[in-house]
Nanobody
Framework: QVQLVESGGGLVQPGGSLRLSCAAS????????MAWYRQAPGNQRELVAS???????NYADSVKGRFTISRDNAKKTVYLQMNSLKPVDTAVYYC????????????????WGQGTQVTVSS
């Protein structure tokens, strides 16, 4: 069984900052991609930022220069530092990890967290 647990969401004023965390647990053999997605009401889920095991990162144009993704492989944890937050950043944020399990080490699958609400409002 693999679980991804997110934390760090909440209500913040425009211009403020939040740091999201997502920790994986269970019978994990290897984690390749760690990523954050978000979904606002009425919108499709979109990629916010991703990080590969080799160190490559990718950001949505709308968050470049404001958000930073980082990871701690030993802790099986991914972070999203969000600065200069705007009302348009309001959404449920989901972490995703592409990982292989101990019992099927050669096969990677995507696992998702339950989501954490981020609300940017004055």
């Amino acid at each position: 069984q693999v679980q991804l647990v997110e934390s760090g969401g909440g209500l913040v004023q425009p211009g403020g900052s939040l740091r999201l965390s997502c920790a994986a647990s269970g019978s994990i053999f290897s984690i390749n991609t760690m990523a954050w997605y978000r979904q606002a009401p009425g919108n499709q889920r979109e990629l916010v930022a991703s990080s590969t095991k080799s160190g490559l990162t990718n950001y949505a144009d709308s968050v470049k220069g404001r958000f930073t993704i980082s990871r701690d492989n030993a802790k099986k944890t991914v972070y999203l530092q969000m600065n200069s937050l705007k009302p348009v950043d309001t959404a449920v944020y989901y972490c995703m990890m592409r990982l292989s399990r101990v019992t099927v080490a050669w096969s990677y699958s995507d696992y998702w967290g339950q989501g954490t609400q981020v609300t940017v409002s004055s």
